[in-house]
């Protein structure tokens, strides 16, 4: 069984850092791709970043390119999302998400991923 759970989220001014950890237990972990959506008020869930099994590849939304860093710690089992120079438009709900198969024609895809954690609030403040 694969659980996730996410940490770091929270109130930070506009042009501040904050990171994110999600925590994967269960077993394999090196083998699984795991990204980070978002959910903002009033709108659906979407795409922000990912990591591929074994660290072979990292993809980003555009809206976050150059400001936010996807990695991970195999012998932590945990994936962290460092954000930088965060914008209002970045407040949401980030989740994190975790699928076995990482096919990267739909690593992008919401439906791709079977394991997700509760999410985290972060807030940006103008």
């Known amino acids: 069984q694969v659980q996730l759970a996410e940490s770091g989220g929270g109130l930070v001014q506009a042009g501040g850092s904050l990171r994110l950890s999600c925590s994967v237990s269960?077993?394999?972990?090196?083998?699984?791709?795991v990204a980070w959506f978002r959910q903002a008020p009033g709108k659906g869930r979407e795409f922000v970043s990912a990591?591929?099994?074994?660290?072979?590849?990292?993809h980003y939304e555009d809206t976050v390119k150059g400001r936010f860093t996807i990695s991970r710690d195999n012998a932590k089992k945990t994936v962290y999302l460092q954000m930088d120079n965060l914008q209002p438009e970045d407040t949401a709900i980030y989740y994190c998400?975790?699928?076995?198969?990482?096919?990267?024609?739909?690593?992008?895809?919401?439906?791709?991923?079977?394991?997700w954690g509760q999410g985290t609030q972060v807030t940006v403040s103008r």
């Open positions: 998400a975790a699928t076995s198969t990482g096919i990267l024609s739909t690593i992008r895809r919401e439906d791709s991923y079977p394991h």
């Open positions: 269960g077993p394999s972990f090196s083998r699984y791709t």
């Open positions: 990591t591929r099994y074994g660290g072979t590849s990292t």
